[in-house]
């Protein structure tokens, strides 16, 4: 019975000491172009092939396909794109 409640205020005040701490970093809600040192790009495609998601112009997964710059959410993206562009080209 001694054990049971011993362990019980240790767990409890380990539980409580957990709940107390904050997070100490802060993040930005969105990075802008011009607060990065990512460069601007005019991509050739205004929305992801692989994934249909929207470009923006500072992603830094691109691609270059018969001269023109293709921008991508993700590598995984990128990567799907590079094993077959001309599929993806034709979208």
């Known amino acids: 019975m001694k054990f049971k409640i011993i362990f019980t205020v240790l767990m409890s005040f380990s539980l409580f000491s957990c709940a107390q701490e904050s997070p100490k970093i802060k993040h930005k809600t969105k990075t802008t172009a011009s607060n990065s040192k990512t460069k601007t790009v005019k991509f050739a495609n205004s929305i992801d092939p692989i994934c249909d ?3 923006e ?3 830094k997964h691109t ?3 018969k001269n023109k ?3 991508f959410c993700s590598s995984y993206c990128k ?3 590079n094993k077959d562009p ?3 080209v034709q979208k």
């Open 53 to 55: 998601m929207k470009t």
């Open 57 to 59: 112009p500072d992603m």
């Open 63 to 65: 691609a270059i396909y």
């Open 69 to 71: 710059t293709y921008g």
């Open 79 to 81: 990567d799907e794109f």
């Open 86 to 88: 001309e599929k993806y």
